[in-house]
């Protein structure tokens, strides 16, 4: 396993950034647990959510006394194709692993383990189903192990989650983006529901002028003059690029000089996202204002905070996803969003605020035209969609949540019971709460709940009795 280098953060640099209450509380926490040793395991060190999610909250443990590490496990390519097939069928696609292919994976996390000495650390905090078979060969000792699910696993090929359901029963706790997500086989007193976050403090959310945006998008070919229009994901089908690719040219005939970008990570653990970009690229061939941008071709967070601020609209056309932070990102810049009704977006883009939720490409064409031509409507959208992020989604609240959970299990509390048990924390969602983003109501057993305004009140009554309040 290798160790991932990370920068220093203060907690006081959010200040004036977060909300007061979540930096206050989080100072309470984190003085329960202050001198714990909590290790994070993860797949790969760049390209993806989870990756810059880590890079920022490790500083912040650590800033809090909390002694935090974040290592990587180590893999052929081989291991890499299976564990990219198993996230695929976990986000229900129909081919699960083959034999051959699930050796590879348990013998990968069987040396993974042996060159951990897990004793060391209080917490393990494992993401996604990558370095998931760790634990079933490592010596757990004293630790609390945490699987940390990032994707969709609404609707997991049966298969897929038989196999991966080995392995996670045997963590104290798993954590999921939301409710719906929790497969039926997990005991619901080993469940907590925390959505991510990004970090506003990150070179990628940082503020940036006008001037210096327009002077990067131009460097890389993007005239800042004429209307743009981007995507910022993985190069991966359940982001649909082809179908953006497609809305845009539904587009552009209506809005002269339209130009759209495409802008992808390669990740270390995705050998499939060379396919996606070569399709990407071959479909878009013919058209000068398509740019496909990569971070190996030298577009890092910079340029991709210029992208977000610079866009007139940002698309995010999932078919199926664990959350999108991307969305959070382009909200937190006033950028209205056109994105598809898929996993945690809507839980970002509610109440009216922040864009648009569409199921379809002419869907995603005729919204995308309509904020394009009405100006102070898509201004409206970005402001209040920065205003829900601020409440939400930014990084101090999602350290709150992840060391509450591990206060929790420290004191023998169950994870499921800490979503309620102060009453700030949104049974469906996991969002934390403040009284005016609240609103009570009632289960069939007449017990009161919080609920945010983004529909969790009508999943949580649809839910009620069948193991997932």
């Known amino acids: 396993m290798q160790t991932v280098d990370v920068g220093e953060l ?11 209450w979540i930096l206050d509380a989080l100072g309470t ?32 443990y650590r800033d809090l006394g909390v ?10 390519p081989a291991f890499f194709a299976a564990t990219k097939k198993l996230h695929n069928a976990l986000q229900g696609a129909t081919v699960p692993l083959t034999l051959a292919e699930r050796a590879v994976y348990e013998e990968t996390a069987r040396r993974n383990a042996a060159e951990e000495s897990f004793r060391d650390w209080d917490f393990v ?53 939301l409710a719906a997500f929790v497969p039926r086989s997990l005991a619901a007193d080993r469940v907590d529901v925390i959505p991510p976050a990004i970090d506003p403090l990150s070179p990628k959310n940082l503020s940036l002028d006008d001037r210096t945006a327009h002077a990067v998008l131009n460097w890389i070919g ?17 982001k649909d690029p082809l179908g953006v690719l497609e809305a845009y040219r539904l587009v552009r005939d209506e809005v002269p000089g339209l130009q759209l970008a495409l802008v992808g990570s390669m990740a270390l653990d995705d050998p499939e996202a060379w396919d996606v970009y070569r399709a990407i690229s071959d479909a878009s061939r013919a058209d000068p204002e398509v740019h496909v941008f990569t971070n190996l071709t030298g577009v890092g967070n910079v340029e991709v905070n210029a992208f977000q601020r610079t866009s007139k609209a940002m698309v995010q056309k999932s078919v199926r996803e664990g959350f ?37 490409t002419e869907e995603c064409a005729r919204e995308l035209s309509a904020l394009l031509a009405d100006h102070a409507r898509a201004a409206a959208l970005g402001a209040s969609g920065h205003q829900r992020v601020r409440r939400h989604f930014l990084l101090p609240r999602l350290v709150l949540d992840e060391l509450t959970l591990l206060d929790g299990l420290a004191h023998g509390d169950p994870p499921g019971a800490l979503m309620t048990r102060h009453g700030d924390r949104d049974p469906v969602c996991g969002l934390s709460l403040v009284p005016d983003d609240a609103s009570f109501t009632a289960d069939r057993d007449g017990a009161r709940h919080r609920f945010c305004s983004a ?10 009795g069948k193991g997932r309040s």
Do not use: M
């Open 10 to 20: 203060a907690v006081s640099a959010y200040r004036t950034v977060a909300p007061d």
């Open 29 to 60: 926490v984190a003085e329960r647990l202050r001198g714990a040793r909590v290790l994070h395991l993860s797949a790969t060190p760049y390209g993806g959510g989870v990756s810059e999610l880590l890079r920022s909250a490790i500083p912040l």
């Open 67 to 76: 002694h935090a590490t974040w290592k990587i496990v180590s893999g052929a």
């Open 125 to 177: 905090f494992v993401h996604d189903p990558q370095p998931a078979a760790v634990l079933s060969f490592a010596d757990k000792a004293k630790a609390k192990w945490v699987w940390r699910c990032h994707i969709d696993t609404s609707q997991p090929q049966p298969e897929a989650w038989d196999y991966a359901a080995k392995f996670v029963d045997g963590y104290d706790a798993t954590v999921f983006t």
């Open 222 to 238: 993007i005239d800042p003059a004429r209307p743009l229009i981007t995507q910022v994901s993985r190069f991966d089908p359940w």
């Open 324 to 360: 999108g932070l991307v969305v959070s990102e382009a909200l937190w810049k006033n950028t209205p969003v056109v994105a598809g009704r898929a996993g945690g977006i809507p839980l970002q883009v509610a109440d009216g605020s922040g864009g648009v939720l569409v199921g379809s």
């Open 455 to 464: 529909g969790c009140r009508d999943d949580f009554l649809a839910t009620a």
